[in-house]
């Protein structure tokens, strides 16, 4: 808790986002000195509208009352586009030209969260761009004025665009689980819309959450959806997120298809017809990427993880698709080059509806022995200063290569091991992948050996 209430929290301002508990350390006063730092920044970069949407949790319209008030009070005008996915945020920032906006959502984080993810002049503020907000709000260096508020309604030009977009070769049976969140205002209608036939799970708002938490990252959120699978029609099962930008993919037996495994998909159907382009992964997916992607023409980039950090490099290197292992997937051939979930269900739809058995097509992307994220919990800050110490000091006997562009990802004839400093909380990241489980067990000892010398032994829970 600040015990200034003067100005925010500094812990609150994000990697990727700004994001807190409510009524804590993000309270009243803070939102509407945030809205003040936005406002200030984009008018500074000649922007003169921005548009404002929020996700269905319980606090999200009195966050969105606070923020406009901050953001007027500097002489920018608000367009409110209302409950809505991120990924519709993002999409109103193009279609009605601000090239700005702000979505208020606490993501998958717990119900007492909430946040802001920003974009400012076609860019998704990260790091140094979010720290600038806060130097605003500490500095008091807002710009004053009197903006003006509309509304839009952004949702039929969504779909339209998606209508238009998704071609299926045939009428596809899905099941789709919202988790109670922000994709319950499009998904169920976006898929009817383009063919598929839709049995649908939880696809009412809910700020409480009652059925399970809304984050398909998570096993034990997808077992509603593996149980109507398992017992209906459906040839397939997707999930997403509080705010409909990360996409879970769940077989009809019940196999879940982590992201790292459907990008490999999605990128043989994009290299069709864009060869030679450049596709995205993170340092947590896996390695079959790399040569699959230089296999069907393509070039593969690994890099940091992290949706903003991910669009920034996606403009650098001018790549037409990406994915994170978190379930971010970004199009950026016939779409925006932002995450999107909803719309990465529907391309997906639209590949496996030329074939008979689309979950056998997912279940026959190549596969290793591999963890789930592990976390090693640390106090806060400590994770940033051991990987530094790590990324100087740690010796592999068995590797090939280290790649330090986010922590270590050590590379091994059969496999690798990755660890890094979470931005979002105060853990080292963890996974490993390899050809075989002696190899897996071989690559976590090798980690835990060189860890041991930096954390005490019982925090390595692997």
Not at 89 to 116: A, E, V
Not at 411 to 438: C, D, H, Q, W
Request: charged share 25%; aromatic share 8%.
């Amino acid at each position: 808790m600040n015990t200034n209430n003067e100005f925010p929290e500094k812990s609150i301002f994000k990697a990727y986002d700004i994001r807190g508990v409510v009524g804590k350390n993000l309270n009243d006063s803070s939102v509407v000195q945030i809205g003040k730092s936005i406002g200030t920044k984009a008018l500074r970069e000649n922007q003169k509208s921005i548009c404002v949407g929020y996700d269905g949790r319980l606090s999200s319209p009195h966050m969105f009352k606070l923020l406009s008030k901050g953001l007027l009070s500097t002489g920018i005008n608000v367009t409110s586009i209302g409950l809505v996915t991120t990924p519709m945020l993002y999409f109103s920032t193009h279609q009605l030209k601000t090239k700005s906006g702000i979505m208020i959502t606490g993501s998958h984080n717990p119900p007492d969260y909430n946040g802001f993810k920003i974009v400012i002049n076609d860019e998704t503020l990260s790091t140094d761009g979010i720290q600038k907000l806060y130097k605003i709000i500490i500095e008091k260096s807002y710009l004053t004025g009197k903006g003006e508020m509309r509304s839009a309604n952004i949702k039929l030009p969504y779909l339209k665009k998606i209508y238009k977009d998704i071609k299926l070769a045939r009428p596809i049976s899905i099941a789709i689980d919202c988790g109670n969140g922000a994709a319950s205002v499009c998904a169920e209608e976006l898929y009817k819309g383009i063919g598929a036939k839709v049995e649908s799970l939880f696809c009412n708002i809910d700020g409480n959450f009652p059925n399970h938490h809304p984050d398909p990252s998570n096993l034990k959120n997808l077992t509603s959806l593996q149980e109507l699978l398992a017992k209906g029609d459906s040839e397939l099962g997707l999930a997403f997120d509080g705010d409909g930008d990360r996409l879970g993919v769940v077989t009809k037996k019940g196999e879940v298809i982590f992201p790292d495994r459907q990008l490999l998909l999605f990128a043989e159907d994009v290299l069709k017809k864009n060869p030679g382009a450049s596709i995205i992964f993170d340092v947590k997916s896996t390695r079959h990427l790399f040569s699959w992607i230089k296999d069907r023409g393509g070039i593969p980039i690994i890099w940091k993880t992290g949706h903003s950090l991910i669009k920034a490099k996606m403009k650098e290197s001018k790549a037409i698709l990406a994915g994170e292992m978190s379930g971010h997937m970004f199009f950026n051939d016939r779409w925006y080059g932002f995450d999107d979930g909803v719309y990465a269900g529907a391309r997906l739809i639209e590949i496996l509806s030329h074939f008979d058995n689309p979950s056998e097509i997912l279940e026959a992307l190549p596969k290793s022995f591999s963890t789930p994220e592990l976390h090693i919990k640390l106090e806060e800050g400590e994770q940033h200063r051991i990987i530094k110490t790590l990324q100087i000091e740690a010796k592999f006997e068995n590797a090939n290569e280290i790649i330090k562009i986010d922590g270590l990802r050590v590379e091994y004839n059969f496999g690798f091991g990755l660890m890094r400093a979470s931005n979002t909380t105060p853990v080292i990241v963890l996974r490993f992948e390899a050809n075989s489980s002696k190899n897996l067990k071989l690559i976590q000892n090798e980690f835990k050996e060189i860890l041991k010398t930096y954390i005490p032994q019982e925090k390595i829970l692997f």
